[in-house]
């Protein structure tokens, strides 16, 4: 099947080349980062783990978030999500190859990635976070494949498929769960020291990766021939609205917890976020847009109206991604590392090399994206001829 991606329109093609440049830059400043070191990033002492590991955290949620339409199609047989299923796991593999992309530019040493298979450490939760992600991606790559060929074939997918389909629904909340406990078990870190921290991280992939999904399905509905059906994109857009709310309320039971305790090092983080600390604030405007803009797209989308129309309910989910990602990329970064344990302020912010190759990455993952969804698209569309 993969000779369909080889033929495509000119904005296919156009498309596909600004990708590829994009891909290209980013690999080039890597290429230097890896021989002048992480030096010419944002990064320190102080705050070791910046944009790269920001935007991991936040892919991590977009890959998991797929189980949201295989869940229902799998497990109760919901006929709507027939259409989109494959759309999901395709942008699962997107999404974890580029998480493991992230962590790669992330090394200073990039062979230092063997060491977690040369030398496992079972106690150690990186190691687990590698087995999980690993095996999510396996499982996408090998249910979505085969049920797409099998969809072509017009047969059922093999008792297998159906078998890993179920295993990966079962799985994809592992992924998040365990890169959450990276952070949730440092106990230097006030900010991510909570054991609601896994939660917020379920509820924000289940928010960021069915609204991205949405986004795209209905970019691809206005550009080609292939629809994925209205029952399933109002359902999309009700399990964005209800996991909006959720991920919201969990981020005011932090809030509540930090300021009505009292305790001094829960409290500086969220200070530092939204207020600044000692003249030092260069997030707050960025939190400040992140959490006016998931209050403001979990008011929009409880209104019918707003919902069932799809240009307002694509500007919605937009806002639902920008803003989840501000609170899980950067937000999530800063609110750990600054304040310091020492109380001290160092503030970070990615610098112009370092921004490029998170670009470049990103267009990797969109690259991989484009090319699985061009083959699912046309498999479609000689069916339906």
Same mark, same amino acid.
Not at 8 to 33: D, H, N
Not at 84 to 102: D, H, P, Q, T, Y
């Given at each position: ?28 400043? %890597? ?11 944002? =990064? ?53 190859? =580029? ?91 006030? %900010? ?46 009700? #399990? ?42 260069? =997030? ?63 503030? %970070? ?7 490029? #190759? ?9 690259? #991989? ?13 000689? #069916?339906?001829?």
């Amino acid at each position: 099947m993969f000779e369909k991606a080889l033929v495509g329109s000119k904005r296919y093609w156009t498309w596909v080349a600004f990708l590829l440049a994009l891909t290209g830059i980013g690999a080039i400043l %890597y290429l230097w980062q890896l021989k002048v070191g992480l030096k010419i990033t944002g =990064m320190g002492r102080d705050v070791s783990w910046g944009f790269y590991i920001g935007n991991f955290t936040y892919l991590v949620g977009i890959a998991a978030g797929g189980v949201m339409v295989a869940l229902p199609f799998y497990l109760h047989n919901y006929k709507a999500f027939g259409r989109i299923v494959v759309l999901g796991e395709f942008m699962a593999v997107a999404a974890v190859i =580029m998480c493991l992309s992230f962590i790669i530019v992330d090394l200073g040493k990039p062979m230092r990635a063997f060491n977690v298979l040369f030398h496992p450490t079972p106690n150690s939760i990186l190691f687990w976070d590698m087995v999980v992600l690993n095996v999510y991606l396996l499982l996408n790559i090998f249910v979505g494949w085969n049920a797409l060929q099998a969809e072509r074939n017009d047969v059922p997918p093999p008792t297998w498929v159906k078998v890993l389909a179920v295993f990966s629904v079962a799985w994809a909340p592992l992924i998040h769960i365990v890169t959450a406990f990276i952070y949730q078990g440092l106990p230097g870190r006030h %900010y991510w020291l909570t054991a609601i921290m896994a939660p917020r991280f379920l509820a924000s992939a289940f928010t960021s990766g069915p609204a991205l999904l949405l986004v795209i399905a209905l970019i691809i509905k206005r550009y080609t021939k292939f629809d994925p059906g209205e029952v399933a994109i109002q359902t999309i857009g009700k #399990i964005v609205t209800y996991c909006i709310i959720i991920n919201v309320a969990f981020f005011f039971f932090e809030v509540f917890t930090s300021f009505y305790s009292q305790i001094p090092g829960h409290m500086q983080h969220f200070k530092y976020l939204f207020f600044g600390l000692e003249g030092h604030g260069i =997030m707050a405007p960025l939190m400040w847009i992140s959490i006016i803009g998931m209050i403001t797209a979990s008011i929009l989308l409880v209104i019918p109206g707003i919902r069932r129309n799809e240009t307002t309910l694509a500007l919605c989910c937009i806002l639902v991604v920008i803003s989840t990602w501000l609170d899980k990329g950067p937000g999530l970064m800063a609110g750990g590392f600054i304040p310091n344990p020492l109380h001290e302020i160092v503030e %970070y912010w990615p610098t112009l090399p370092e921004a490029l #190759i998170t670009l470049g990455v990103w267009a990797l993952g969109f690259l #991989i994206l484009t090319v699985l969804y061009k083959i699912a698209i046309s498999v479609h569309e000689e #069916i339906e001829a």
